[in-house]
C-alpha cells in the first residue's frame, strides 16, 4: 500500500513542468517517493555506473573508441541506459553520458581515456584559461544529450536521472589534467589564488546549472551532483572553497521541482555540509553506517547508499548479510535509497546485482507503512 500523505510542498515558485512530464506521471514510482522522504511500499535501489564494463551487452555494443562518442549517439546511448534497466530490474535509470561532456562541448580539451578516465592534454593554469569555459548553450552544445533524455522519457516507465559534475571535482580534472589521487595542483590553485580559483568554480557551477536544467526540461525526473573527489577536502576548506557553488546548483535547480541528489566518495565529515548544500538526498559510500550518516544530516535529507561496490566482487551469502545490515540501518525511518557506496566495478558478476535488487525489493521498506 503506497501512503499518499507526508509530501511535503515546496517553498519555492516552481517553474511548473508541463502535466505529461515524468516527474508528474512518475510522482508516485518508489524512487521519488523515497528522495522526497514519503513512505514507499519497497525501497528502491539503483546502482551509481549501472551502465557500463560489467555488463556483457554494453561491451559488445561498445567496442572501442572514446566514451564521448558513444554518449553523441543518441540512439547508442539510449539504449546503453536502458541495458541495466532490463537486466537488473531498478528502480531509476542513470542517464549514459558522463561528468565532462559540458566542458568537452564547450571546447576546454578534455577526453576520456579507458582505462584511465579524463584527460586533459592542456589542463587549467591560469586566468586565460577561462576563456576556454564560455557558457554552456545546452540545445546547441549538447543537442544529443537532450535528444537522448527525450528518447528516455518516452521509453522509461521508471525515473531517469540526470547529472552533473559539481564544481570542485570537474575543477580538479580540468587542473590537474587527469585524476588524481592529491588534488595537489587543485589545493594549489584554491589557497594560493582564491580569486581565481571562485571565478573558475562559478564557470563550472553555471555549466552545470545549464546542463541539469535542460535535461531536466527535456524529460528527466531527479539530478544528481557528482561531487566525487570533494572527500579530499577538509571541512573548513569545503565550507570557504566549495559550498557556496554547489549551494547555487543547487538554488538554481529548485524552482523546476525535482528531486536533488549530491553524492561524493569518502565524504564522512562532510555529509552535514554537503546537506546544508541544500539537496533533498545524500549518497554516502560505505565508511559510514546509514545510522550514523542520518545523524550527521539532522535526518533533513533521504540517503542514497552504501554497498561498498568490492562486496559485490564476493559470494552471495557475504553480499547477502551486507545488503540486509544496510536495510536495517536504515530503519523504518522513509527515505532510504539502496544503493553502492560509489559505482559498480567492471569485474562484478551482474547476477549478483540481479540478487541485491531481488533482496531489496522483497525486503526493504517493511515497518515503514507496510500493512501488518
Ligand atoms: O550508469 C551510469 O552511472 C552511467 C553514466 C555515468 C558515466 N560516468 C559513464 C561512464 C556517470 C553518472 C558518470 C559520471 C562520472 N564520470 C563520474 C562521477 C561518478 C563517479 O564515478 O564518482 C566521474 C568521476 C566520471 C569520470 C570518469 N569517467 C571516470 C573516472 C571514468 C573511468 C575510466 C575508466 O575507464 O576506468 C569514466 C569513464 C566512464 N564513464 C565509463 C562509463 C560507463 C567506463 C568506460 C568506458 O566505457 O569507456
Not at 519555492?12 to 512530464?21: A, G, K, N, R, Y
Not at 533521504?302 to 540501518?329: F, K, M, S, Y
Not at 527515505?335 to 562484478?348: D, K, Q, R, Y
Amino acid at each position: 500500500m503506497v501512503v499518499r500523505s507526508g509530501v511535503s510542498g515546496s517553498v519555492h515558485h516552481s517553474m511548473q513542468l508541463p502535466l505529461e512530464h515524468p516527474a508528474h506521471t512518475l510522482a508516485d514510482s518508489a524512487y521519488l517517493r523515497a528522495c522526497r522522504r514519503a513512505d514507499a511500499d519497497h525501497t528502491p535501489v539503483w546502482f551509481q555506473r549501472q551502465a557500463g564494463r560489467s555488463l556483457p551487452e554494453y561491451r559488445a555494443l561498445r567496442g572501442e573508441g572514446s566514451i564521448l562518442d558513444a554518449i553523441a549517439d543518441p540512439d547508442l546511448a539510449a539504449e546503453i541506459t536502458l541495458q541495466p534497466v532490463r537486466r537488473y530490474g531498478v528502480d531509476a535509470a542513470i542517464l549514459f553520458s558522463d561528468i565532462v561532456v559540458p566542458a568537452a562541448a564547450v571546447g576546454f580539451g578534455i577526453d576520456v581515456v579507458p582505462g584511465v578516465g579524463p584527460v586533459a592534454p592542456e589542463p587549467f593554469r591560469g586566468r586565460a584559461d577561462l576563456e576556454r569555459l564560455r557558457p554552456l548553450d545546452p540545445e546547441g552544445d549538447t543537442a544529443y544529450v537532450l535528444e537522448t533524455v527525450r528518447i528516455l522519457a518516452r521509453e522509461l516507465s521508471i525515473p531517469l536521472i540526470g547529472f552533473a559534475g559539481a564544481p570542485f571535482t570537474i575543477a580538479s580534472y580540468l587542473i590537474e589534467g587527469r585524476p588524481s589521487r592529491e588534488h595537489a595542483l587543485t589545493k594549489s590553485l584554491m589557497h594560493g589564488d582564491p580569486v581565481l580559483w571562485h571565478d573558475l568554480m562559478e564557470r563550472i557551477a553555471d555549466m552545470a546549472i545549464a546542463s541539469l536544467t535542460s535535461q531536466v526540461l527535456a524529460g528527466a525526473s531527479a539530478v544528481q551532483l557528482f561531487d566525487s573527489w570533494a572527500g579530499a577536502l577538509a571541512p573548513r576548506d569545503y565550507q570557504e572553497f566549495v559550498l557556496p557553488h554547489s549551494r547555487r546548483v543547487f538554488e538554481a535547480v529548485a524552482p523546476l521541482d525535482v528531486p536533488r541528489a549530491h553524492f561524493g566518495v569518502g565524504t564522512g565529515e562532510l555529509l552535514g555540509l554537503m546537506a546544508d548544500a541544500g539537496p533533498e538526498v545524500v549518497g554516502v559510500d560505505w565508511r559510514v553506517p546509514l545510522d550514523e550518516a542520518r545523524r550527521r544530516t539532522g535526518h533533513r535529507v533521504a540517503l542514497q547508499g552504501n554497498l561498498d561496490p568490492a562486496v559485490c566482487l564476493g559470494d552471495w551469502p557475504t553480499v547477502e548479510r551486507q545488503v540486509r545490515q544496510i536495510l536495517t540501518d536504515a530503519g523504518p525511518e522513509p527515505g532510504h535509497i539502496f544503493n553502492l557506496g560509489h559505482g559498480v566495478l567492471p569485474a562484478t558478476d551482474p547476477a549478483i546485482l540481479e540478487q541485491v535488487v531481488a533482496l531489496v525489493h522483497d525486503e526493504g521498506g517493511r515497518g515503514a507503512g507496510a500493512p501488518t
